[in-house]
């Protein structure tokens, strides 16, 4: 695995081979789930690090190879119960190439071994199917043999289980005439397939493969062929490597013909150049995820075959082809720290600081680790090795964290007793996932994030005030409160004197926070930043009150009777308004011209329920609490979180426990859930 640490700089041998081991370990415990068990562990992207990194040593300290390293061992080792067949010629690899420069510098290669007048030949692109390499033989049109790629020299005879492949034509009218004619492809299991065999193998009790392509792999390796038929396989033909016919002169017109004859073949284009291959291989990528099988990138190639025989192979490997691979979605890299970042109300969160890497076409040197809980559950710590993914748009993730290869010297991570910003103890509530700060507006990164979730678009929506920008305001004094924002002109000749802000940017600013002072009651509430008050929240709260003053001067029980707001939000929005620097921060906002329309209440009058107020306790079973409550409230009932005599109505669910005791002291009508859908149902 990539370490931190140079090993070039005077090893000792012990050292390197401490290495090795553990490396050797893992690759062959992982050879073993792949090859053996078809069910592997980790990703292909992650089994290469494994290996590169222990090439990489064996090719520095080459006196201290391990007798037993995997590196020796190409491909997977034929099983023993079918019978080997040797190829006729050998079955070989690609290179890869993983971005447009290294496919420019194959395309360079490829020219240099050419005269002048082939140079720049057209090539032919194709998707590069995740599945399985297989030689099929035909003669005089039928079909006689498959066999396995195995080593490259050898594989398996799997010719049962391959004619069982539904879009696998099994006689060639169109090839009656030659004698021998091989195609190669690619046997896959389409990603709906695998969804559905992987749902039955549960259903069954049986275990579920980890991909399609280990589910082709199985299947290929069934020794039942009856079993074999009824898996979801497909065959994508892509060469023909004998009985090529003559008037065939190019990968194109091969896998026209291939197509013709009754074979199924991939998307095919031919590219007269480098930015032509880009452009497929950019739509390629951006189809990816709506292909009916899995990919992982395109293989370009030299069209013409004449080239491609002068061109010729370099060990294992055509000049003539080679994979233009997508960038791995799993990568292995470092964790150098985790820190432990402020939110804006003071939640702490850590965060991973990485050896930066290449995910899923980024570079990600920050991962969240969500909370202390979640570490605890990795058991990450400093100097770790871990995996992480990143798939499309979704946020990196550490999926794994790799203890075999954890520093002696590392030590868990503990909560930290007192703030980073502030040093204000922190507190981890029971029940609760997140530790906080207690320092409140006290704290500095509280503070600072509050500024910037107060003009963020969803809030007031302060499109000219950047983040950049109000940290600096933030850091230099000039903006101390959110109220602050709205005195920022009166700092004008200030602000033009700082780098970088022009007179425009100053006065698009300006104009920004004016326009910003005519906002929704919504809006202002969420912008406040309120310990659990979501923009949904804050609409509630609207919508339910009307205007400010009855939302500030609500007692906690009023506050729970609101849509979605539970006992700790009312707490919260409760406690927040009670805070003397708050009501000083909301009565500048307001000198300063933040204004907004009284929403209207929705009117609960005429409603069935009107003037009753329910309780919701114990568990439910045919919806979710927040959906009674939404029912409950649009039938015109007030819902609140706790019982007291002026409670209508208890819905009380399975395990209904105190509350249902209390309210049947005091008398309080209860309803069972199974009455309580009747009565919505009408
Ligand atoms: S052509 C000389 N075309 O990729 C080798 N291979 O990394 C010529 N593969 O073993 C192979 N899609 O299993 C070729 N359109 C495609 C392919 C493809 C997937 C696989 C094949 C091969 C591996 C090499």
Redesign the pocket.
Known sequence: MPTNTDHHTDPTAQAIIAKMRPLIKSLRQHNNAYYVLDDPQIDDSEYDQLRRSLVELEAAYPDLIQPDSPTAQVGDAPLAHFSQIEHDIP????GNVFNVDDLGEFMRRVNDRLSDAQQHPAYEM????????VSLKFEHGRFVQAVT?GDGKIGEDITQNVKTIRNLPLVLDAASDIELLEV?G?VLMPKAGFARFNKAALERGDKPFANPRNAAAGSLRQLDPIAAASRPLAFYA??INQGLPDNIATQSQALAWLNDIGFTV?AVQVVADLDAAQTYYESVLAQRASLPFEIDGT?I?VDSLDLQQQLGFLSR??RW?T?YKFPAETVMTIVNSIDWQVGRTGQITPVGKLEPVQVGGVTVSNVTLHNFGEIQRLDVRAGDTVSVHRAGDVIPKVTKVWTEFRPADSEPVTLPKTCPVCDSPVVLPEGEALARCTGGLFCPAQQQEALIHFVSRRAMDIDGLGERWLISFFEQGIVKTVADIYHLFEHQQALLTLEKLGEKSVANMLAAIEVSKNTTLPRFIYALGIKGVGENTAQNLAQHFGDLPEIMAASIEALEAVPDIGHITAESVHEFFRAQHNLEVIQALQDAGVQWQRVEAAASEGLPLDGQTWVITGTLHQMARDEAKAKLQALGAKVSGSISAKTSVLLAGEKAGSKLTKAEKLGVNVVDEAEFMAMIAQ
């Open positions: 079955m070989l690899s690609l194709e998707l590069k199917l995740d599945g399985l390499a790629r190669r690619e892509y060469s991939s293989v190639k490997e055509p082809a994979a």
